[in-house]
């Protein structure tokens, strides 16, 4: 199988989707002419045009409040914000309106938009656009959230939100844009859907529950674990709403022994939600340990690089809270 990069995944998802559907728009600031901030568009607007790639003006506000206007009309439109963090400036129609018109109006009304939006720190942008918020819109009931960690996971679960009737966030790791994994060719076509887990590696003797960015680093810890006989798992949770909970007891139930582990805050952080899907169910009897998670810091994202890097999980701290767990 080829292999590309998460960006270009992402970008295949999107035109070959458009190709087959017209009601496929995609909005942002300068996605169409510069081709994106991470250059994730680059080129569309040239196959697509300026009516179907539109540049925007600097409103976050204004973009998605077009959007959910243009999805309940039944458009399907993908809105890209340039970076997650100015998600803050869109959140009265993205929570008030776009995830709420379905219960609003008693099943009769849809919003099936995309909202993509790169976020995580380890780029250098400092403070205000290197945040993770996830947890933000998670809590808000009536949007879906999903957050890839592979390629293949980009382009099939875009795919599926695409045409999911909800309201979908869709949030991309700023550094894994440039990884590259495998991807079948864009006559092959495939979708992930959403609400399932992908158990990443398999193992016995310890779980490690994660998403995002944080799953190659898990990978990477779980395979320096191999060579030290302990056999570790990494689920990739993929979608945090909805949440595959199956997966996830599944897994607990087999290893006994926990950690999970997420980029954002950890107070408050989505990570909880899933230590508590452990604890309110049956896996609870089967723990071996308390069930442990490693979040980042409870601190804005400094600028400076070593910092910056300390803020989140390393591989180091993995691996010591493995340890601690064994």
């Given at each position: 199988?080829?292999?590309?990069?998460?960006?270009?995944?992402?970008?295949?998802?999107?035109?070959?989707?458009?190709?087959?559907?017209?009601?496929?728009?995609?909005?942002?600031?300068?996605?169409?002419?510069?081709?994106?901030?991470?250059?994730?568009s680059r080129g569309?607007?040239?196959?697509?045009?300026?009516?179907?790639?539109?540049?925007?003006?600097?409103?976050?506000?204004?973009?998605?409040?077009?959007?959910?206007?243009?999805?309940?009309?039944?458009?399907?439109?993908?809105?890209?914000?340039?970076?997650?963090?100015?998600?803050?400036?869109?959140?009265?129609?993205?929570?008030?309106?776009?995830?709420?018109?379905?219960?609003?109006?008693?099943?009769?009304?849809?919003?099936?938009?995309?909202?993509?939006?790169?976020?995580?720190?380890?780029?250098?942008?400092?403070?205000?656009?290197?945040?993770?918020?996830?947890?933000?819109?998670?809590?808000?009931?009536?949007?879906?959230?999903?957050?890839?960690?592979?390629?293949?996971?980009?382009?099939?679960?875009?795919?599926?939100?695409?045409?999911?009737?909800?309201?979908?966030?869709?949030?991309?790791?700023?550094?894994?844009?440039?990884?590259?994994?495998?991807?079948?060719?864009?006559?092959?076509?495939?979708?992930?859907?959403?609400?399932?887990?992908?158990?990443?590696?398999?193992?016995?003797?310890?779980?490690?529950?994660?998403?995002?960015?944080?799953?190659?680093?898990?990978?990477?810890?779980?395979?320096?674990?191999?060579?030290?006989?302990?056999?570790?798992?990494?689920?990739?949770?993929?979608?945090?709403?909805?949440?595959?909970?199956?997966?996830?007891?599944?897994?607990?139930?087999?290893?006994?022994?926990?950690?999970?582990?997420?980029?954002?805050?950890?107070?408050?952080?989505?990570?909880?939600?899933?230590?508590?899907?452990?604890?309110?169910?049956?896996?609870?009897?089967?723990?071996?340990?308390?069930?442990?998670?490693?979040?980042?810091?409870?601190?804005?994202?400094?600028?400076?690089?070593?910092?910056?890097?300390?803020?989140?999980?390393?591989?180091?701290?993995?691996?010591?809270?493995?340890?601690?767990l064994l």
């Open positions: 199988m080829r292999e590309i990069t998460y960006a270009e995944a992402i970008k295949e998802a999107m035109c070959e989707e458009m190709r087959k559907d017209k009601r496929i728009v995609l909005m942002g600031e300068d996605v169409g002419v510069y081709g994106g901030a991470f250059g994730v569309m607007v040239e196959e697509f045009g300026g009516q179907r790639v539109l540049d925007t003006p600097i409103s976050e506000l204004g973009i998605t409040g077009c959007a959910v206007g243009a999805a309940m009309t039944g458009m399907l439109p993908i809105v890209e914000i340039m970076f997650s963090d100015f998600i803050t400036l869109a959140l009265e129609q993205l929570v008030n309106q776009a995830a709420k018109n379905r219960f609003q109006f008693g099943g009769q009304g849809s919003v099936p938009m995309v909202l993509r939006a790169p976020g995580g720190s380890g780029t250098g942008a400092a403070e205000q656009h290197s945040q993770s918020p996830e947890a933000w819109v998670a809590n808000t009931p009536g949007l879906k959230v999903v957050v890839p960690s592979t390629p293949y996971d980009a382009k099939g679960l875009l795919k599926a939100s695409i045409y999911d009737p909800n309201p979908v966030v869709f949030l991309e790791q700023k550094l894994l844009y440039r990884t590259k994994g495998p991807v079948p060719d864009p006559g092959d076509d495939y979708i992930v859907p959403l609400g399932k887990a992908d158990v990443k590696r398999r193992g016995n003797d310890v779980s490690i529950i994660t998403y995002g960015r944080m799953v190659p680093r898990c990978l990477k810890v779980a395979g320096d674990f191999e060579t030290r006989g302990i056999s570790v798992e990494v689920v990739d949770v993929r979608t945090l709403v909805p949440l595959d909970r199956e997966t996830i007891i599944t897994s607990a139930k087999k290893s006994g022994r926990v950690l999970v582990v997420y980029e954002a805050p950890q107070t408050g952080g989505f990570g909880g939600e899933i230590v508590s899907v452990i604890a309110d169910s049956d896996a609870f009897f089967y723990l071996e340990a308390p069930v442990k998670r490693l979040g980042g810091l409870d601190t804005p994202i400094p600028y400076n690089p070593r910092l910056e890097a300390q803020v989140v999980p390393t591989e180091e701290k993995i691996t010591a809270a493995l340890e601690s």
